[in-house]
């Protein structure tokens, strides 16, 4: 089992910055791909960014490519999500996710196996 607690949410205006960090307990941190994703108000979950457990590659959605930028440290047990140039279209809860190790990407829903319980991000534009 991992655990995941996310925090650094809050709102801000429309192009200014926030980081989300991700702390990880449990099993062993550096065994996991890890993932943020994100749900609007009456939207489905959908991906953001994802870093292998290595924390060398790391893959984004095309709606966030260039602004947002995903990190880890495996000694902290730790993973982040600079979130830059905000747009109000990024308002959302945004979710921490964990996997099993593994070469390829992922970036469905049903293949994270830990979540956190979600951070409030608000944009005013």
């Known amino acids: 089992q991992v655990q995941l607690v996310e925090s650094g949410g809050g709102s801000v205006q429309a192009g200014g910055s926030l980081r989300l960090s991700c702390a990880a307990s449990g099993r062993t941190f550096s065994n996991y791909n890890m993932a943020w994703f994100r749900q609007a108000p009456g939207k489905e979950r959908e991906f953001v960014a994802t870093?292998?457990?290595?924390?060398?590659?790391?893959n984004y959605a095309d709606s966030v490519k260039g602004r947002f930028t995903i990190s880890r440290d495996n000694a902290k047990n730790l993973v982040y999500l600079q979130m830059n140039s905000l747009k109000a279209e990024d308002t959302a809860i945004y979710y921490c996710?964990?996997?099993?190790?593994?070469?390829?990407?992922?970036?469905?829903?049903?293949?994270?196996?830990?979540w956190g319980q979600g951070t409030q991000v608000t944009v005013s534009s």
């Open positions: 996710a964990a996997k099993d190790r593994s070469p390829t990407w992922s970036f469905s829903v049903a293949l994270y196996d830990y």
């Open positions: 870093i292998s457990w290595t924390g060398l590659a790391r």
